[in-house]
């Protein structure tokens, strides 16, 4: 690592760094592009890449420069990391060219002009906007949700892409603005969304969206296709707006209808008597705060045996066969139905609570930090905590539930509930505490259930409600899932 002070300045839209008395080119290792180089302002330390090596005293940089500064402090860092903390610089050098990129190519399909991009090589690349392109070949104005519509009829007309007349215009459009969704994900740095990747008919994320459908005689009448039967496991009432096919990777196709029942959803009570708070978990799946624990059905861990079974027979086979098509569809058929035996212990297990609650507290789990345990990453995503709180969330909203989420930081399980004492630490191996101050013994998971209720209780007191549910006495009672 190389230390030094100089001066960042622009000049031309290039960020120039020229130091003091340096040996840029002639130092022993060699300063080369594409090394990492940190420039101090205030007490931050921001990272750059070499863009090229003018002189003994003069870098470029390969991106704009954020900072201008005279007698500043900057270091160069090798090629070749001396330890982790300089490997971790280089990799944050290099985000930071890579959202810089991105930021361009972001421009690039949203706005017009030119767009000027500065490859690590130093190479700058011009861009005319997709917009501006578009406007002149075809005298469109481009706009991802409503000027690319128009696109779709060109299209039709033209002998490449006649192929879409087949299909319905609004499932047409509704692709479009899947993309634009994808892409305007992939662009927020608050998402950790992916390059929008191509959708084939063939995969399990592929889906029909259309409008004006109807339901006749127990078969479903989709635009320009033939009346399909289907089975209906409810009865349709209110309006039919929009219809979404998808495909399940078994071959089994689903209709999602949405319908306008003109019914208003249920005001939320002012007055609350019966709250309960949950604590999640995974030796019993959720804790109430009345002491009652919901075993945990684990259906992922119950089909390991038969799936270990699946993905050997799956590896088996040659790629390309009919043998490995078919040894695939029976591996995704347990796939599945672990899947649906999930959901349908979520679906009634939340159904009930809802039912039986006028106010539920949950806590704010984030699973993907906590799958980073590889110990339990398997269990935790077995659980599938996050899809019961989406449940638990509508059917709230649909019943007039209130719905509270508490702070992830909260400290339900070290905090006893009877005294409020906090224990520093508490691991997880440690199920029964006793408490230092008042010498209550705590089930852990009863005792963070019942700091989550009464957490929650003055959340809806502080929001103008008034609450009336008291808690007694808790008992510990167990339910057990047949598996």
Request: charged share 20%; glycine share 6%; net charge positive.
């Amino acid at each position: 690592m190389i230390y030094t002070t100089g001066t960042v300045s622009t000049v031309s839209g290039s960020a120039i760094v020229k130091g003091t008395d340096t040996k840029f080119k002639n130092n022993n290792p060699a300063i080369n592009i594409g090394m990492t180089i940190l420039i101090k302002s205030g007490n931050t330390n921001i990272p750059y890449m070499i863009k090229s090596v003018n002189s003994d005293t003069e870098l470029v940089l390969a991106q704009p420069a954020l900072v201008t500064a005279t007698n500043t402090t900057f270091s160069i860092h090798i090629t070749e990391p001396d330890n982790n903390s300089d490997a971790a610089r280089t990799m944050v050098a290099i985000n930071a060219y890579t959202q810089y990129f991105l930021d361009a190519m972001n421009t690039w399909m949203s706005e017009t002009g030119q767009t000027k991009i500065e490859m690590p090589n130093g190479e700058v690349v011009t861009l005319d906007s997709i917009k501006k392109h578009v406007y002149q070949r075809h005298g469109v104005n481009l706009n991802p949700r409503k000027d690319l519509k128009p696109l779709l009829a060109v299209a039709k007309k033209s002998h490449r892409y006649g192929w879409l007349k087949e299909y319905d215009s609004i499932a047409l459009q509704q692709a479009v603005i899947n993309l634009d969704v994808a892409f305007s994900n992939f662009f927020n740095p608050k998402l950790k969304a992916r390059f929008p990747t191509f959708k084939s008919k063939h995969g399990k994320q592929s889906s029909y969206h259309c409008v004006g459908i109807k339901v006749i005689d127990g078969a479903i009448k989709i635009p320009k296709i033939a009346p399909i039967e289907a089975r209906l496991h409810r009865e349709i009432t209110g309006t039919l707006k929009s219809i979404t096919l998808s495909r399940s990777t078994t071959g089994k196709y689903y209709a999602s209808l949405l319908c306008d029942d003109g019914m208003e959803a249920p005001e939320k009570p002012a007055l609350i008597s019966n709250v309960t708070g949950l604590d999640m978990g995974l030796t019993h799946f959720a804790i109430k705060s009345d002491g009652y624990k919901i075993a945990n059905p684990r259906p992922l861990i119950n089909a390991s045996h038969n799936l270990r079974r699946k993905q050997k027979a799956l590896s088996r086979k040659k790629k390309g066969s009919t043998n490995r098509r078919k040894a695939r569809i029976q591996l995704a058929a347990v796939h599945e139905r672990v899947a649906n035996a999930r959901a349908d212990f979520q679906h009634k297990l939340s159904r009930a609570i809802v039912d039986e609650n006028q106010a539920v507290i949950v806590e704010t789990l984030k699973a993907a930090n906590m799958m980073k345990n590889h110990h339990l990453a398997r269990a935790i995503g077995d659980a599938g905590w996050s899809g019961f709180i989406t449940k638990l969330e509508y059917k709230a909203a649909e019943k007039g539930v209130h719905l509270v989420k508490l702070d992830q930081w909260f400290a339900s399980s070290k905090t006893c509930h009877f005294c409020g004492h906090k224990m520093p630490e508490m691991p997880l191996n440690k199920r029964i505490w006793q408490c230092p101050e008042c010498g209550i013994e705590h089930d852990r998971d009863i005792n963070a259930a019942i700091n989550i209720e009464r957490k929650g209780i003055l959340e809806l007191q502080a929001a103008g409600l008034v609450v009336s549910a008291h808690g007694g006495q808790r008992k510990s009672v167990t339910q057990t899932v047949a598996v």
